[in-house]
């Protein structure tokens, strides 16, 4: 031990005195173990202080996301782009079955050519009955096109105007503001150049009717479409090679479907009313429920969360998938079965791999691993894996099989803690009535541990869930909701995540504007979803302290 | 084997099925352990072979000096005479001088940041984490004293502990929007080292806490009483009785979370970083310049040259010679972390 006795100064009180006398000092009365120990209470306060300044900061900046997104979808309303989009949306309909159709056509022209034996040209005659089809077909849009093309024409142009006056508006004000701290003169020429401004006020009322006036002329073309959809199914072209899954069926099918969401669509543009309200609850659920996120664009920026929440569950849960059984496993060896030997390496090491910086993570992805696992999908041997071959190099498994590396520490140690916590008294009473070590684990020790495991889960996912380099480089950013359609194939389509929107986005964004805060918006759902995840782990923690005793 | 001779041998060694039950899944259970560090170690092997050949040299002296003392530059591929040159921006710039008409419609592939070296990002690395980790050892000791030495139960306590456990959980890219809308914007520090500083010694500041804590705690309590018992205010018992040997603990921690702010890259892409930067951090005007100046940055640098450049066999050496550098800086701080641990179990067992 260090020697703390010090030489006493020679002019102190004696020792009874000072014993008895409580000495106040001359900070606020304070004495001196006092202020120390609130010196420490302060550092100690500073967590709650960020924590609390972590709320503030990242909710003041995503609350303005509202009423900002409130005035984007007036103007989506007021403008008319929201019935252009109706008409829109037939249209892409439409486009998807003729896509549909080309899939057909291809389909067929690799069996002639490959399993027919047929040269290129030589198909291409064969499948000419088809071509005509499908031509007479894609043809049937063209009067809608046209229709769509001028509508929109007339709402971007509308929604134009409003930008530009809006612009002004706000320079205006700028001007304004100026005038207080200018000198007389230049406060003059301020106020004069604002008044100069005429800032146009639109009246949109007034400005829709062109819009609305082609109403008639839309149902008129759906009629004919409708007579030449009906007369083109009337008479199908054969197939030059019959599939057994009966295209042309299905895509009579499609058709019949296109035409019945027409009628709906003509209907909902027949009462579509540019004087409903938008309530504050619809800005935010534009947010909350949005399915697209589209920035940046000339028509209608969209600002829903969805696709990216989707994307980034699907990542983190694929990272458990792979995350969960190894770390419990790796845990339950190393602590059950692992002679001390190999626990004195193996702990280390998994420790060690929680070092490894996560952008160096995502740069092997992109660099190796991501390339491997493509090579690999295109084995001949695995084409029965629903997905393979994968399209893209970089999705949603590549990144997962990352983070799951990433997650593995942190529940392998948890867990190994849970395990290494139960009774050593639970395992011995198993072992001495007979049974085997593999029966006490998966009896005793286990179902003992299992809370303190779920809790390791937990943190695991939580740590998945808020990793932003790893899929910012490797899930592909694709940003569309995962296509479950696809089956266990939709394992390997890009995605994005909210942890790399914001990291992707937040550098090119203007500060103060409705995509910014958008992104805090995202931030706050991380930060919810990470509070959340603690909660839960912390509450299942609390019990299984009871529940061991 | 030689048969058993015991009949508790022969008992204990026939295979019954709940035995042959558990060899299986002792085995895939050493399988699965197994896997995964072999996963690991194809990442270390790979990283380590593709970018040690940057690094190091067959000849004296043996590293790629260049590599490690030269900031970033445009690489320029053209060919030249029937042959290739791969140069650096500086010397491509003396070429062209020097060939002004031969270079006429000569064909030039340029990949940024792949010629030149990696120094001013490390310069910027070390700085970044130099200066957290001292603003998050500071609050950190300091709190841990707190909570380990003069905190009784009761609300404030139980309100802190859950502040800290919750910090620990948010993810590293809310704190980089933290730092972004409080130190650059609303402090107004601008994309500098000090916003920089404070938000990855924020994130970092509660696993400091709870190690050091830990660290404190495990300190006997005789030690302290032993020296109330002589007559010490307690802040003198804390200082020379608790403190230095709890401080062992409390600096392996701290390497650890060195490997931590080395390592992480969201937190500082928007408050610390910038992609390309021609000024050293010492090349300021003024000294209080220094702190709000934006540094490279060896991990953004990754993420720079991995996403924003094509993967072709120029710009290969760039992207895994980075990455070599940083993940072995980072494994090597952890790894001393890791293994100071193992002796100070060894040395302080009470």
Not at chain 1, 38 to 54: D, E, H, K, P, T
Not at chain 1, 224 to 248: G, H, Y
Not at chain 2, 53 to 71: M, Q, S, Y
Request: hydrophobic share 55%; with cysteine.
């Amino acid at each position: 031990m260090p020697a703390t006795v010090e030489s006493l100064p020679a002019a102190r009180p004696s020792t009874r005195e000072a014993l008895l006398r409580r000495r106040r000092g001359w900070f606020f009365g304070l004495t001196g173990d006092q202020v120390v120990k609130y010196v420490f209470q302060g550092n100690a306060a500073v967590s709650i202080v960020v924590l609390a300044l972590i709320t503030f900061t990242i909710f003041r900046d995503a609350v303005g996301f509202i009423p900002k997104n409130h005035a984007n979808l007036v103007i989506y309303r007021l403008a008319g782009l929201e019935f252009v989009d109706l008409l829109r949306e037939q249209v892409a309909a439409h486009s998807a079955i003729s896509r549909y159709l080309a899939s057909v056509r291809a389909g067929q022209l690799a069996r002639l050519t490959k399993d027919g034996g047929l040269t290129p040209a030589e198909a291409m005659t064969r499948l000419a009955a088809f071509d005509a089809f499908a031509n007479r077909f894609a043809d049937t849009l063209g009067e809608h096109e046209a229709l769509l093309g001028s509508l929109t024409d007339l709402a971007t142009s509308l929604k134009e105007r409003k930008k530009v006056a809006e612009d002004l508006a706000e320079a205006r004000q700028n001007l304004l503001g100026a005038v207080a701290g200018a000198p007389p003169e230049r406060a003059a020429a301020l106020r004069a150049e604002a008044d100069g401004m005429t800032i146009e006020v639109i009246d949109f009322k007034a400005e829709i009717q062109p819009l609305l006036a082609l109403r008639p002329e839309i149902f008129a073309a759906n009629e004919r479409q409708r007579a030449a959809l009906q007369e083109l199914l009337a008479a199908p072209p054969a197939l030059p090679v019959p599939a057994a899954d009966r295209p042309l069926d299905k895509f009579g099918e499609f058709v019949n479907r296109y035409l019945a969401e027409m009628d709906v669509t003509a209907r909902r543009l027949a009462t579509w009313n540019q004087d409903r309200p938008i309530g504050w609850m619809e800005a935010f659920n534009a947010f909350a429920f949005g399915r697209q996120w589209v920035t940046a664009s000339f028509w209608q920026d969209w600002y829903g969360v969805i696709p990216l929440l989707t994307g980034s569950l699907l990542i983190a849960f694929l990272a458990l998938l792979i995350a969960l059984p190894l770390g419990v496993a790796a845990a339950v060896y190393v602590n059950q079965v692992a002679r001390p030997a190999e626990q004195r390496f193996i702990k280390p090491y998994i420790e060690f791999i929680a070092a490894i910086p996560s952008v160096v993570l995502g740069f092997f992805g992109i660099a190796m691993l991501g390339e491997t696992l493509r090579r690999v999908s295109q084995l001949p041997g695995l084409d029965w894996v629903p997905g393979f071959p994968m399209a893209e190099r970089l999705n949603a498994t590549t990144a997962a099989c990352l983070l799951a590396l990433m997650a593995i520490p942190t529940i392998f140690s948890l867990a190994e803690d849970a395990i290494n916590n139960v009774p050593r008294a639970y395992q011995e009473a198993s072992l001495a009535l007979g049974a085997t070590r593999l029966q006490t684990i998966v009896r005793i020790t286990v179902p003992a541990a299992l809370s303190g495991i779920m809790a390791a889960v937990l943190l695991g996912f939580g740590r998945v869930i808020g990793e932003t380099m790893v899929v910012l480089l490797c899930a592909g950013n694709r940003i569309a909701i995962p296509d479950l359609g696809a089956g266990f194939g939709v394992v390997f389509q890009p995605v994005h995540t909210m942890t790399g929107i914001i990291a992707q986005e937040m550098g090119e964004v203007v500060r103060g504007s409705i995509h910014y805060r958008a992104l805090f918006m995202v931030g706050v759902v991380l930060f919810l979803i990470s509070l959340l995840v603690n909660w839960l782990a912390q509450r299942i923690v609390r019990r299984y302290r009871i529940s061991i005793g | 084997m030689s048969p058993p001779a015991t009949t508790a041998g022969m008992i204990y060694a026939r295979p019954t099925p709940a035995k042959r039950a558990e060899r299986a899944v002792f085995w895939l259970l050493r399988l699965s352990t197994y896997f995964v560090l072999a996963c690991a170690a194809c990442i270390f092997l790979d990283i380590g072979l593709k970018g040690g050949a940057v690094v190091f040299r067959k000849e004296a002296p043996f590293i790629n000096v260049p590599f490690l003392t030269r900031a970033p530059e445009t690489l320029n591929v053209l060919e030249f005479e029937g042959r290739k040159l791969t140069l650096g921006d500086a010397a491509f710039r003396k070429f062209r001088a020097e060939h002004e008409a031969a270079l006429k419609g000569v064909r030039v592939e340029t990949y940024v940041y792949s010629a030149g070296g990696i120094f001013p990002n490390i310069v910027g690395t070390v700085l970044l984490v130099a200066g957290s980790i001292f603003i998050a050892l500071v609050l950190g000791v300091l709190s841990a004293i707190y909570l380990s030495e003069y905190a009784t139960e009761g609300p404030f306590i139980r309100f802190l502990r859950l502040a800290i456990v919750n910090l620990a959980g948010v993810p590293s890219i809310v704190f980089g929007l933290f730092g972004f809308g409080l130190f650059v914007i609303a402090f107004d520090f601008g994309v500098s080292l000090l916003a920089g500083w404070l938000t990855l010694a924020l994130m970092v500041l509660p696993i400091i806490i709870t190690a050091s804590e830990e660290a404190l705690k495990a300190v006997p309590k005789g030690y302290r009483e032993g020296s109330l018992a002589l007559g010490a205010t307690k802040l003198q018992a804390i200082t020379t009785n608790v403190l230095p040997y709890a401080l062992p603990g409390i600096l392996t921690s701290s390497v650890l979370s060195i490997a931590r702010v080395a390592g992480e890259t969201a937190p500082i892409m928007f408050t610390a970083a910038f992609v390309v930067r021609d000024e050293l951090p010492w090349q300021v005007q003024q000294w209080t310049d220094f702190f709000f100046q934006g540094v490279m940055a060896l991990p953004y640098h990754i993420y720079v040259v991995a996403s924003k450049i094509p993967q072709n066999e120029y710009t290969r050496d760039v992207q895994y010679g980075t990455a070599f550098v940083f993940l072995f800086t980072v494994a090597a701080i952890a790894m001393t972390a890791v293994v100071l641990r193992l002796r100070l179990r060894r040395k302080y067992k009470w």
